[in-house]
């Protein structure tokens, strides 16, 4: 049996977890053209909705993973239940990297073949009790390697797979309601808490200390991406502040239960600097069309997330976790490098074959007129915006 307090805790963090899907949509609706809001709302919600069914219904073969104590009926269901938006969460980022162009059907029937040879094993092999990252010692407290790397490598496969949007590059894509993005980003924020669930069998000490490590390192986030725009632009922008937020939230996912405070906010200011420069820079030299800048966002965040965690990891915050490189023990770092790569790799290959072979059956994105009207007509038959 599961202790009552720990079945209690996953009750509540389902219930934040359950507030990072509607953020996820808004913060992408906000920042596309007014044409293709509602599809791009409706990615994130369908990736919950389609997820959270088919790991209802074989979700139990898919996920034996996340604590050590045998669980029965209602505990079970809500273990699954968790998981399942845990992973739901992840497919709903991936489609940020491939908006204004993809085709529903297609992006339906990616997203379920994505969770299985994807995320799953991802998961099996980080938070499985027997799975071989795991045993290798990787860390990954709330899903960097399993859920942000995968995610953000997996878009921009995709974005490079199926082509830019046509004008890309040439004509303004400029966000049709940054307030929308502002509630989606707020609801993430919170939302982020509900991660914490994933570590259910550890201690509520461990707990605690990740609230706090996600808070400071998101905050710490939003003011260095803030600062590094002040002194690269003249002005700090709002959407600059957000997506520095989001970065932090990224980059603290795998370390929250294992870093101090102050590590926290190392890691958040990292994360701020380093994914500016490359949504801002990095991009605009490589040319690759990541719609909404999942890559830059989720993948990189994500893999200095995990690197972090290698570096900054103290058991004096979790003594079930381990001590990073400047505390003493450098195979960690060595570990956390192992499941970064091993995260791109996996996501990178899996996604790039899915694509090629998903493509055979169901075409990948609209036709340039499709494009040209605007994906909520094209694709649902409605619009956002009727004035």
């Known amino acids: 049996m599961v202790p009552a307090d720990q079945t209690l805790w996953l009750l509540v963090t389902t219930a934040l977890l359950a507030l990072a899907v509607p953020g996820v949509a808004l913060f992408y609706g906000g920042m596309v053209r007014r044409k293709n809001i509602m599809n791009t709302i409706a990615l994130p919600f369908v990736a919950l909705a389609v997820v959270s069914l088919a790991w209802t219904l074989v979700g139990s073969g898919w996920a034996a993973w996340n604590g050590a104590e045998q669980a029965t009926g209602h505990e079970e269901a809500l273990r699954s239940l968790y998981r399942g938006m845990m992973a739901s969460v992840a497919l709903a980022l991936v489609a940020g990297g491939i908006v204004e162009r993809i085709r529903f059907s297609f992006f339906l029937v990616f997203g379920l073949c994505w969770v299985t040879t994807v995320y799953v094993p991802l998961a099996q092999s980080l938070w499985g009790g027997n799975g071989w990252l795991a045993n290798l010692g990787s860390l990954d407290f709330a899903g960097g390697a399993v859920i942000h790397i995968s995610a953000g490598v997996s878009a921009l496969v995709m974005a490079i797979a199926i082509g830019p949007r046509h004008g890309y590059g ?151 976790g381990s001590d990073g490189l400047f505390y003493g023990y450098p195979y960690q770092f060595f570990a956390q490098v192992v499941a970064a790569l091993s995260a791109w790799v996996m996501a990178g290959v899996m996604t790039w074959l899915l694509v090629k072979v998903l493509t055979m059956i169901v075409a990948p994105r609209v036709d340039e007129e499709a494009e040209r009207m605007g994906l909520d007509l094209h694709q649902h038959g409605e619009k956002g915006y009727t004035g």
């Open 170 to 320: 040439r004509i303004d894509m400029m966000p049709n309601h940054l307030p929308f993005s502002f509630c989606g980003a707020a609801f993430m924020w919170v939302g982020w808490f509900g991660f914490t669930g994933a570590a259910t069998s550890m201690s509520m000490a461990v707990v605690t200390s990740a609230f706090v490590a996600i808070q400071l390192s998101t905050v710490a986030a939003a003011l260095a991406w803030m600062a590094v725009e002040w002194l690269q632009r003249d002005k700090p922008t709002a959407l600059g502040a957000m997506s520095g937020a989001v970065a932090g939230l990224v980059a603290i996912a795998p370390a929250a239960g294992y870093v101090s405070p102050m590590s926290s906010l190392v890691i958040g200011v990292g994360a701020g600097g380093l994914c500016y420069m490359v949504v801002n820079y990095v991009k605009l030299i490589l040319g690759y069309d990541d719609s909404l800048d999942v890559f830059g966002m989720h993948g990189v965040g994500g893999t200095w997330g995990m690197i972090a965690t290698g570096l900054f990891a103290s058991t004096d915050v979790n003594a079930g």
